[in-house]
């Protein structure tokens, strides 16, 4: 009996384990790392000489511009040092600026290039999303009838495996990409699924309702973290170790950090009742009271209720738009930026062009998520969706596309980082509330799958436009993001608590 009633210790160690292995599993949010590099794109001016796509006759590359691509560029005289993949061969014009390359050296400059499709080059990504989220509704069900600690070990396989195989793809515009298709796209997006699903569930039932927002905010915070590091390492990693030697290395090291963190990972014991806070006050309102009522419907009693349908609905709107600009945030930089200020993200060395967008989107999609728990616990779930609602729309309808500066695309990348975190917090938030904890996992994993169907469709509608706008933008998909956000805003103005009744609870 003494174990029903002690204090939440263990939950603090489920917590920190949870955020852990989100921190792994975040590496699905760096892959507009690998979205800029394989859609790079050269051309060849006059005797093989290599240009920018979009430069009509132009027969060289400026060097400041050769990090875009990920090409280290030797300021020696021509033929007067080695030369690999990896370097940009040729002669530097110190007045100019411009780096002259030679036959050879625009062979090797192309082989860095992929020349992929938008679509193509987000298939991966998309589908990792989709299998995420659909893997999600079976194993909130799998982690609360065999436990959290084999549900996410079972993961940590599978995201490590996926990677592993990913990293046998051949790198190369015609090559074979299926193992990346599959290894990336199906096993490691089923293996962020099955651990994913067990981190929050486990460690939100250790703690009294009135701490739901900040323990799920927390918890999930490692997810939208993990690119602060996964960003910069994995853009390290491509310069050393190439992309099959990144994936592969990614793989082993997640392999093994999910399945340890995996391994603090319970639930409590059956009957264990909470400790209230000692500053805890009951709320008054109506509403709050009900969201703090133990009530737990069956997922079959879940999906009865209209408020499922809406916040079903409301979730894919808003995974649409935050996944969409996740997978391509690293190829906005080099669309909206001037040379110059692509030219200064260049010097700061293994942040160098597009991880630093990448890097700063994290932060705010971290830092979003326990702020607007903690926001949510005092005013509201609904209330707190809608202001992350419009305040995405906002960014992403207008300030983004109007951000021609390295400062401002920084910082409106963090606030779009920010609104979508908030959404990771409150969704499972809001579905606790209302439809209990007992059955949390397998409820919020349904629920989820919208996350993956809206994070699929939206990242191929940006691969779409962008390929139809000839390389060039991604306003149009910017523009259609926005306006979904709006829809969603306006259904949450419709959502309430459901009606509880003896019939509803299990």
Known sequence: MAEKTASPSTGW???LAGVCINLALGVLYTWSIFTAKFTTVVTYGANGVVAKAGDAGAVAIKAADAALYG???????????PYGAADFVGQLDKVTGVYKVSKVGAKVFAEGAFNWAGTDALLPYALALLFFGFTMSFAGRLQDKYGPRLIASIGGVCVGLGMIIASFSEFTPKGNHLPLVLGFGVLTGMGIGLAYACATPAAVKWFHPSKRGLISGTVVAGFGLASVY?????????????????????????????????????NPPAGYEPPVPANFKPPKAAAAAVALKRVDYTWQQMIKTPQFFLLWVMYAFAAFAGL?????????APLQLSAADMAKMALTGVLAGASLLVVALAIGNGAGRPIFGIISDKIGRVPSMIIAFLAQAVLVGFLLPNAHSLNLLLL??????MMYGACLTLFPAATFDFFGTKNGGVNYGIIFSAWGVGGALGNYAIGWIYDLSGKTSFNNAYYLAAGLLVVAAVLAVTVKAPQHSDEAAA
């Open 230 to 266: 996964t960003a910069p390492t994995t853009t390290a990693l491509i310069t050393s170790s190439g992309l099959k030697g990144t994936f592969f290395n990614l793989g082993i090291a997640f392999f093994i950090s999910i399945i340890l963190f995996a391994q603090l990972l319970k």
């Open 412 to 417: 409106w990348s963090a606030l779009i980082g």
């Open 324 to 332: 969409m600009m996740i997978g391509v945030i690293a190829k906005v």
């Open 71 to 81: 090409i280290k560029v030797p300021e020696v005289a021509a033929g007067k040092a």
């Open 13 to 15: 160690i489920v917590t």
